[in-house]
């Protein structure tokens, strides 16, 4: 099996349209094996060169909260009383360590974008 580093996109374009052709293959033959290498070889340069961008600490919370079916009286445990979680979702006040602990330990949300600045914070 020769298999070589994706350096270009037209190296990327071509081990994509290889990997289209073994999407068949048998796990433990030549061609899963093959598979394999090639799909781990294009992570690796889509992690490089088209990095996915962390959600806003906000937008992760709403969406963490619409996909649970969620309301803001079910925050209240993780932020505080249902004004302190309105005045969180509109922005006006930023999350604490604590709130950002239990909303990643509860909810599942990534802590990496719960400390991040919101979009208003970011932007000034």
Same mark, same amino acid.
């Given at each position: ?19 289209e052709t073994l999407m068949d293959a048998k796990p433990?033959?030549?061609? *899963? ?35 649970? *079916?969620?309301?803001?009286k079910d925050l209240e445990p993780m932020i505080g ?7 969180i979702l509109n922005r006006k006040r930023p999350l ?11 909810? *599942? ?9 919101? *979009? ?5």
């Amino acid at each position: 099996m020769v298999v070589k580093p994706i350096k270009t996109k037209a190296d990327y374009q071509a081990v994509l349209k290889e990997i289209e052709t073994l999407m068949d293959a048998k796990p433990r033959t030549p061609q *899963g094996d093959r598979l394999e290498v090639l799909v781990t070889l294009v992570e690796a340069y889509e992690a490089k060169h088209y990095p996915l961008d962390l959600p806003d600490p906000v937008e992760a919370i709403k969406y963490a909260m619409e996909s649970k *079916g969620l309301t803001v009286k079910d925050l209240e445990p993780m932020i505080g009383r249902t004004n302190r979680v309105y005045e969180i979702l509109n922005r006006k006040r930023p999350l604490t360590l604590k709130m950002i602990w239990e909303l990643h330990r509860k909810l *599942g949300i990534p802590a990496e974008s719960l400390v991040r600045p919101s *979009g208003k914070a970011r932007a000034a």
